[in-house]
């Protein structure tokens, strides 16, 4: 008998990564590779969880900066067991659990090994098939890597945060920004964090945040509250010494308000405004986002891109350390991603939806079933 399982598959990018998911995103059955067709250096691994990703939603309609071609499988960060090694593997055996490198496998690469997790298996090269850290389950492990180095990356590398300074994160109930609360909390910081509804704020608070603020704007009103005020109170008038903005739009003006004389602002995304590039992978930005000048040149500010993928394509040197802090933190117990939701992957739709539309907090997974008959 042989061995089936299922995958998801993008015939071609859509207008919004709706639009995809609604007319080009479709589930297909998956027959199991063949072990005796692997690489010397292939691992094949069964995918026990993925990550639900804002990437991949952005990949779907070509609105990210790398845009693997269709047909493809989503998914850029996943973990599993292996199931078969080539003859030369030595770095893993049948029945290990991994997580899997999305710097050389998945989506975001290219050539053989761009299969993404939303699958029962995957093929990946050795060095990507990473053990998976001790006191961490499969649905942790794929929410590990992608988030906690984008957090360091801009907060550590980037924005050089202290201890005893002040961080203000925007957009901290997803599995980046939460991740940000955590590496912040590690280093030594104060966290104020934002988000737009009480519930998952006091989610953000239990797993570390020492101030959380609504800017959810009042019922009728665009953009969002005014929250200098609270800000400056929490800081005794001083303003935060950082900020961290994965959210972009209207906070975005509004941060600059909250900050001291000569903070750093550090943009890593722009989640509220998620259209800024053309849609179906055209290229060109024909709804840039806007910065204040003024603000920016009165407060003095070092206002720093922190493209965490680029960067390290430009410089791998710099991901050495940062890996090793990461996992040092994980080992010591002061990270754990948080994980609030999970689907069967037969539900991908609904798991994708729900990111796009921001209904849980943290990370959620889709769980591919075990391979059958």
């Known amino acids: 008998m ?6 998801v598959i993008v015939s ?60 493809y499988t989503p998914g850029l960060e996943f973990a599993g067991e292996v199931e078969a090694i080539g003859s ?27 299969g993404g997790g939303f699958a029962s298996w995957v093929v990946v090269p050795e060095r990507a098939a990473l053990p998976r850290p001790r006191g961490l389950d499969f649905d ?38 939460l991740a940000a609360v955590h590496v912040a909390k590690c280093v030594g910081a104060t966290v104020i964090a934002t988000g737009r509804t ?5 989610v953000v608070r239990a797993q570390g945040a020492d101030h959380v603020i609504n800017s959810r704007a009042p019922e009728g ?29 209207p906070i975005s003006t509004e941060s600059l308000r909250c900050v001291r ?24 930005a024909p709804n840039v986002n806007v910065l204040p000048t003024n603000l920016i040149m009165m407060k003095g500010l070092d206002v720093l891109g922190c493209p965490t993928v680029i960067a390290t394509q430009h410089d791998r040197s710099i991901r ?25 992957l037969e539900d991908f739709a609904e798991a994708m939806n729900a990111k796009w539309t921001g209904q849980f907090v943290g990370g959620g997974v889709v769980r591919p079933p075990v391979g059958r008959s």
């Open 2 to 7: 042989t061995e089936r399982g299922i995958q």
């Open 12 to 71: 071609q990018y859509g207008d919004t990564p709706m639009h995809a998911l609604e007319s080009y995103v479709s589930m297909e059955p998956q027959p199991r590779p063949d072990p005796g067709a692997l690489g010397p250096r292939d691992v094949l691994v069964a995918v026990r969880s993925c990550a639900v990703g804002w990437v991949d939603l952005l990949m779907m309609s070509g609105q990210y900066q790398h845009m693997p071609d269709p047909p």
């Open 88 to 114: 030369e593997v030595t770095r893993c055996a049948a029945g290990d659990p991994v997580m899997i490198d999305p710097f050389l496998a998945g989506p975001r690469t290219s050539g053989a090994y761009r």
């Open 140 to 177: 942790q492990a794929c929410n590990l890597l992608g988030s906690y180095e984008t957090a360091y990356h801009c907060l550590v590398a980037r924005g050089q945060l202290a201890a005893g300074e002040t961080v203000l994160i925007h957009g901290a109930s997803g599995a980046t920004g």
């Open 198 to 202: 009480d519930a998952k704020l006091e």
């Open 221 to 249: 009103s665009e953009g969002v509250r005014r929250i200098r005020d609270e800000v400056k109170a929490l800081t005794d008038g001083r303003g935060v010494d950082v900020v961290y903005d994965g959210v972009g739009g």
């Open 261 to 284: 004389f000569g903070a750093r602002y550090l943009i890593v995304g722009w989640a509220a405004t998620p259209f800024v590039a053309k849609g179906r992978g055209q290229r060109g």
């Open 320 to 344: 050495k350390p940062r890996l090793a802090k990461i996992l040092q933190w994980v080992e010591e117990g002061k990270i754990v991603p948080h994980v609030s939701r999970h689907w069967a």
